[in-house]
């Protein structure tokens, strides 16, 4: 019998499914659903970042060594990054005189998409442009937003998939051996 376009069997294994992936914690999330950080693989070297910036010069991460940086992938269409974008603006000027970068890295959307984010959700965040989604693909980035945590040397520390709460202490303890690496 079908029942609005779905057969029974259909409707009953679609059911089973939602409630199965309903059961299981999100990518990047423990048990309690709180999004947690993954290490940097171990081997696997930080990839180069040059790009272009939405407003201003092209920013690199070599040039930015000597700061703890984080690298926020994010877009547009994405809710939970709309989200995130307020409390990752807030670490950024807590933390800003101990020498912090946090980098809004648009994936893949025009200059016009971005200027419409920023007329309804204004940031202070320094935007840079994946125009072709490359360095996304370099950082290993499938899920958004993943932020990735850069050490005052260079090196890709860890990542976090999902959308965090950046003023969190939770968050707050992530970041700690960030700010206080030399």
């Given at each position: 019998?079908?029942?609005?376009?779905?057969?029974?069997?259909?409707?009953?294994?679609?059911?089973?499914?939602?409630?199965?992936?309903?059961?299981?914690?999100?990518?990047?999330?423990?048990?309690?659903?709180?999004?947690?950080?993954?290490?940097?693989?171990?081997?696997?070297?930080?990839?180069?970042?040059?790009?272009?910036?939405?407003?201003g010069?092209?920013?690199?991460?070599?040039?930015?060594?000597?700061?703890?940086?984080?690298?926020?992938?994010?877009?547009?269409?994405?809710?939970?990054?709309?989200?995130?974008?307020?409390?990752?603006?807030?670490?950024?000027q807590r933390?800003?005189?101990r020498?912090?970068?946090?980098?809004?890295?648009?994936?893949?959307?025009?200059?016009?998409?971005?200027?419409?984010?920023?007329?309804?959700?204004?940031?202070?965040?320094?935007?840079l442009?994946?125009?072709?989604?490359?360095?996304?693909?370099?950082?290993?980035?499938?899920?958004?937003?993943?932020?990735?945590?850069?050490?005052r040397?260079?090196?890709?520390?860890?990542?976090?998939?999902?959308?965090a709460?950046?003023?969190?202490?939770?968050?707050?303890?992530?970041i700690?051996?960030?700010?206080?690496?030399?």
């Open positions: 019998m079908k029942t609005g376009g779905l057969t029974r069997r259909g409707f009953a294994v679609l059911t089973a499914g939602a409630a199965a992936a309903a059961a299981l914690p999100a990518v990047g999330q423990g048990a309690e659903g709180e999004v947690q950080p993954r290490p940097w693989p171990k081997g696997r070297a930080t990839p180069a970042l040059a790009l272009p910036s939405h407003e010069p092209p920013w690199s991460l070599a040039g930015a060594r000597g700061s703890p940086v984080l690298l926020n992938f994010w877009a547009s269409w994405c809710e939970p990054c709309r989200s995130e974008m307020p409390s990752l603006e807030l670490l950024a933390h800003e005189a020498g912090l970068q946090v980098m809004a890295i648009n994936f893949r959307e025009t200059d016009a998409a971005v200027r419409r984010y920023l007329a309804q959700w204004p940031i202070t965040l320094p935007i442009r994946d125009a072709d989604g490359t360095a996304a693909r370099a950082f290993g980035v499938r899920i958004f937003p993943t932020t990735i945590a850069v050490a040397d260079g090196r890709a520390v860890f990542s976090v998939v999902g959308e709460d950046w003023t969190g202490s939770e968050a707050q303890r992530w700690a051996p960030l700010l206080s690496s030399t």
